[in-house]
């Protein structure tokens, strides 16, 4: 039978109507299926106070958070305090605030009433009440906290070696290296360090710089921020003839920021110069020890690390030396064992040998090496 106009019109009409209404029944029945999920049983859910229902698997719960693995958001930190209730699918570990440990699983029953149900019975309590929960075969929190608090109070050793290389050639013949060596052993309240550092630059065929220093360090704080410094530092130097150099100080240091990020500690004390030059001449000298320590990490981007020394002899306080050393360290390897830094550091003495010049200025470019 042939189909006039009208009739093709008609037909038109109802198709775009039966899509039309169609995907609006789809998409409706989509959205039924996701909020309908928490009471079907595909997951753990947890339910804040703003009512929100979070389906996915709850790995854990501390004193502050809820850890829930979705596979919409990825892994959930959600603050405890705005948790009305969770329920779980599968036995879990629940330690009640007074101390009680119950096991099986964990409903959910309106409000902030909880059951825990095991092969015995129910075991009602409230979401306040709850203090921690963990999955079978997982750690308990308690547990992991202790190991935690123990880590961080155990001393630990940690090495450093340092190495630049530096090299010119054409209109002169330039070439120096250096190396350095430290070696530190830290704690929660301390630590003590030992340090050697060795210099050597020759310029078309003659020697320009040959110095070596080694010093030892110990830091311990009595109360959180406010502690003591002892250190200790031997230098000989050719080029500003230097025989011999001493400086052993000592005072007081507080840290201003101690955070794994970023520290921030400054130090003062007095300080002692025993110093022997080239010529024979011996100078002793009782002066003043000011420091700063101060370190900043960008993420995993890197690091910058800047120290400072100033001092002053008491006898003349014109008569004084200070020294700065600025570095970015970024990592080359995971785990930082392998860093590049770059960087300046400036040696100022303001009363120097005959004919030597009053500031030193180096900009290098070091290998480091760091393990524990």
Do not use: C
Request: proline residues 2%; charged residues 25%; without cysteine.
């Amino acid at each position: 039978m042939a189909m006039n106009f009208q009739d093709f019109l008609d037909m038109n009409w109802y198709m775009n109507r039966y899509n039309f209404f169609g995907k609006r029944a789809f998409t409706g029945f989509l959205v039924a299926l996701f909020t309908l999920t928490p009471f079907w049983g595909f997951g753990d859910t947890v339910e804040t106070r703003d009512g929100a229902v979070l389906v996915g698997d709850i790995t854990g719960m501390t004193d502050e958070t809820i850890t829930l693995e979705t596979v919409y958001a990825g892994v959930l930190e959600i603050k405890k305090a705005e948790v009305v209730g969770f329920s779980t699918e599968e036995p879990v570990f629940v330690r009640l605030k007074g101390g009680r440990t119950l096991s099986g699983k964990v409903l959910h029953s309106g409000g902030s009433r909880m059951e825990i149900v095991d092969a015995e019975g129910s075991h009602a309590t409230q979401m306040p009440e709850i203090a921690v929960s963990w999955v079978s075969g997982g750690e308990d929190p308690a547990v992991i906290k202790m190991r935690k608090e123990l880590e961080e109070k155990r001393r630990k050793w940690t090495h450093e070696v340092g190495i630049d290389l530096s090299g010119k050639s054409g209109n002169s013949d330039e070439f120096g290296t250096a190396a350095r060596l430290k070696s530190s052993l830290t704690g929660p309240v301390g630590s003590i360090g030992f340090y050697l550092s060795y210099d050597q630059a020759e310029k078309n065929g003659d020697q320009t710089s040959n110095e070596f220093i080694a010093g030892t360090t110990y830091n311990l704080f009595f109360k959180e921020k406010l502690g003591w410094f002892l250190r200790s530092e031997y230098e000989s130097d050719e080029f500003e003839d230097i025989d011999i150099r001493v400086t052993t100080a000592g005072g007081l240091s507080y840290r201003f920021i101690e955070q794994e990020h970023h520290s921030l500690k400054v130090r003062a004390g007095a300080s002692y110069r025993f110093e022997r030059q080239d010529n024979g001449e011996t100078i002793t000298s009782p002066g003043l020890d000011f420091g700063v320590n101060h370190y900043y990490r960008f993420g995993k981007i890197g690091a910058v690390k800047t120290d400072l020394k100033f001092i002053p002899s008491v006898e003349d306080f014109s008569d004084f030396r200070f020294s700065q050393d600025t570095g970015f360290e970024f990592p080359l390897a995971s785990g930082g064992f392998l860093k590049l830094r770059i960087g300046v550091s400036n040696f100022f003495n303001n009363n120097p040998a005959d004919g030597k010049e009053r500031l030193d200025t180096t900009y290098y470019t070091r290998l480091l090496f760091t393990w524990e």
